[in-house]
């Protein structure tokens, strides 16, 4: 189906939910629910599919087809799964009321889900559902079902399109990456993960600073950070810089050292060696650690993890394993764990 008959297709469901007193055209069992909820998601998938057609073509050249161009994602569809279809999936929709079983389909059909072996595809978290048990690796697809789950909830409190669709429909896929023993602060059992994939010498993972320690001040014991290095070739201190930090780690002195480094200005040898005297480490220790086998295979282990994941731009973050990439204002990251915070009741 190509993008022009979606478009099309949507503006007539639109007409139609306009002119009529229930969900007429719509395939959960035609049931009535809310007219106001199904124009409003019908717009918003109408304006989705305008913006994608508007938007230029990536990649340059004489055309379509020119030699080298980039490939365009394909266009999101939305599914058509029964309320039944649906429920064999997620038992939980099952037990709602008509109403709201309409509102929670609607949205398992038409909102994309984050599944990692579909990066290059937009599906609805319904398709995710249909499909998650029949790839090979299903620990990758592990989050569908607790989204699902978060859509049905949402449905059952009667939240309203955007709150569904916002709290369901990140802007990147979710990614099952253990931390394991990478510098962190917080809880061990924290509800809340966020692990940085950070560059000591990139000005935007300094500028993101400010809006970590804003989320690590309201949620408290809640959060846990995790910081990895992913030190950019652009950047020729970058790299020395990961190996002084994890050495410092050595001493427990990590975080005072990444401090430190990100309100330095500028970043040199001398630097390094100073901040390790500012905050108080056993600098010939310190620099046999930063020399060290270990510590070289730890940021190297680091940048392992990011390239298996196509983590290619710092700072990005993973929030509970959602991707967030970017110096994003607090309230990004708000949008996520207050998602994942209400997920445990």
């Known amino acids: 189906m190509s993008q022009n008959s979606t478009i099309f297709g949507l ?12 969900w007429g055209g719509y395939t959960v069992g035609k049931r009535e ?7 409003e998601l019908a717009k918003k998938d109408v304006e989705i599919a305008e913006a994608k ?43 709602l009321g008509e109403e709201a079983k309409v509102r929670a389909s609607y949205a398992l059909n038409n909102i994309a889900g984050s599944c990692v072996p579909c990066m290059d595809q937009q599906y609805s978290i319904g398709k995710c559902l249909e499909r998650a048990p029949k790839l090979l690796d299903k620990a990758l697809c592990a989050n569908v079902p607790k989204i699902a789950r978060r859509v049905v909830r949402l449905a059952k409190q009667e939240k309203s399109p955007d709150d569904i669709r916002s709290a369901a429909e990140f802007s990147q896929p979710w990614l099952p990456i253990d931390p394991g023993n990478a510098p962190s602060k917080g809880p061990a059992d ?20 400010p809006s970590i320690k804003a989320i690590e001040e309201k949620y408290g014991d809640k959060v846990r950070v995790v910081f990895m290095n992913q030190p950019l070739a652009m950047h020729k201190m970058a790299r020395p810089a990961a190996l002084a930090a994890l050495a410092a780690d050595k001493q427990g002195k990590f975080w005072e050292y990444h401090d430190a480094i990100f309100e330095a200005e500028g970043l040199n040898e001398d630097q390094l060696v100073a901040i390790a005297k ?37 700072p990005t973050f993973l929030v509970n394993g959602y991707k967030v990439k970017g110096a994003q204002p607090p309230e990004f990251f708000q949008r996520i764990i207050d998602a994942e915070l209400a997920d445990r009741g």
Not at 11 to 22: C, P, S
Not at 55 to 78: I, S, T
């Open 11 to 22: 503006l007539v469901f639109a007409l139609v939910l306009a002119g009529g007193t229930g």
């Open 33 to 39: 629910a809310t007219l106001q909820a199904q124009t």
């Open 53 to 95: 057609v508007a938007a230029p073509a990536r990649g340059g050249g004489d055309g379509e087809g020119a030699k080298g161009a980039k490939q365009e994602k394909p266009a999101f569809e939305p599914t058509s799964y029964t309320a039944e279809e649906l429920a064999a999936w997620v038992p939980e929709l099952g037990e």
């Open 190 to 209: 924290a509800p809340i993960v966020i692990i940085e994939y950070s560059d000591f010498q990139c000005p935007y993972c300094k500028k993101a600073l």
């Open 278 to 314: 500012k905050v108080g480490l056993n600098v010939s220790k310190w620099e046999a650690d930063r020399t060290s086998t270990e510590v070289d295979a730890a940021v190297a282990a680091d940048t392992a993890r990011a390239e298996k994941w196509k983590i290619t731009s710092t």
